[in-house]
């Protein structure tokens, strides 16, 4: 590889002491328009200066670097490392040909020998152990700005979809990604400054009896009215990357305990909430505490709080779950195994005996209704039966699953059929004229 030629473009040399800044600088406006520009970050390094020493480290540092050299010889620059994160050029041949493409070239001509090379080298301890990200930005993509290149090229080697499943990933450059990107950060800063100014909204889905049409419960939920458009998907998936979830959950936790304690203080209609638990929320430190804390000093009546779990949650960490859902209910909280039959069936939640509803998935309840359907969601209901489980319908729409409900021991509905999701003043007033 190192020996080809560069073709079209005279290799020149630059002093050693020029930084890889001032050659881009240096260059021509042909060879600007003929060199990509490459990061290339060693992943998970730290585990080698952790379990090697430093000293070893640096070693494969300069086993690194000797075999950049070597495929960039007469054929691109490379200077300094950053650590354990390398910049470079490398020469792009779209000179030679119209048929030739720049972007296969540089992965299948280049990165792919790199990467080989550095990943089976023989060497022991680090034989297939070295394991390597890219981002490239191509020259027609290049610019003339030096620091904007270093940017565009972290961006899209830290955003690839691959970056942590792969002995190698890369990602090259497009304004597109890199637009994506920056309105991901956008995103999240305006769902920070949501959080700190009160913007989030709680709403409340209606839990019905199919029998007596009252509403006998409510699932408590989030909106933002001033997203501009953004989903809720978006929305909540940034607030779990985050890590803001855990905080505006327990605040809107201990903003409904006290409309329930002070509503049943003045003899108001209440009816119990349920509060959903993500999955991120789980590994919080001292996050059951603080939930039983709040409701123990705001005095709201233990039995009008649910938790809700997700199904396949155990999967994670089964032995932490199972005592987060028994410290629950031992307090006297009631929980409940959201999702139910989306996922992995998590009757292994079930047979400890902690769980004291299951909500059927949106699932059972959104195509047309089968004789081969009305199995399966009767067997779980009795399933929940002997178990002594409530089963609660969720995401129900029409009126041909009430009418089947009605025939079987499921008796709450939780779906459009009757109430969508609605603010929680909104809420109180059907509870009102109930």
Known sequence: MSDMPVIGLEYREYPEEMTLEEIFYHFTPKERRSYAFVEMNIKNFQYFNAKFGRSYGDKILDYVDKILEKFLENRGYIRKRDGDTYHFF????????????????????????????????????INENIFTSFGIVMPYDCGDNYKALIVKTSVVRKNCPELKRRSYSFEIYTEEKFKQYLNRQELMHRVTQARRNDEFVIYVQPKVDIHTEQIVG?????????????????????????????????????????????????????????????????????????????????????????????????????????????????????????????????????????????????????????????????????????????????????????????????????????????????????????
């Open 218 to 434: 409510g699932e408590v939920l989030l909106r933002w009215p001033g997203s501009g458009g953004v989903s809720l998907y978006d929305c909540f998936s940034v607030l779990n990357e985050l890590g803001e979830i855990y905080s505006l959950d327990l605040y809107n936790f201990e903003k409904v305990c006290r409309y329930l304690k002070e509503g049943i203080e003045k003899g108001e209609k209440r009816v119990p909430m349920s509060f959903n638990i993500p999955n991120i929320t789980i590994a919080t430190s001292d996050f059951k505490k603080e939930y039983i804390l709040s409701a123990e000093k705001i005095g709201v009546p233990k039995e009008y709080i649910e938790f809700e779990f997700l199904e396949d949650i155990q999967f994670k960490d089964e032995g932490m779950v199972q005592d987060v859902i028994k410290s629950f209910n031992e307090e006297g909280f009631r929980c409940s195994l959201d999702d139910f039959g989306a996922g992995n069936a998590s009757f292994s939640v079930l047979l400890k005996g902690y769980i004291n509803t299951i909500k059927l998935d949106r699932i059972f309840f959104k195509d047309e209704i089968t004789e081969q359907r009305k199995k399966v969601i009767s067997n779980i209901i009795e399933i929940g039966k002997a178990l002594d489980v409530d089963v609660v319908a969720e995401g129900v729409e029409d009126k041909e699953y009430i009418d089947f409900l009605k025939t079987t021991d499921c008796r709450i509905v939780q779906g459009f059929y009757y109430y969508y999701p609605m603010p929680l003043h909104e809420f109180q007033r059907l509870l009102d004229r109930q």
């Open 90 to 125: 490398v020469y792009c041949p779209h000179c030679l040909s119209p048929e030739v493409n720049e972007d296969e070239y540089v992965v299948s001509q280049f990165l792919l020998d790199l990467t080989d090379a550095i990943f089976f080298n023989k060497k022991e301890n």
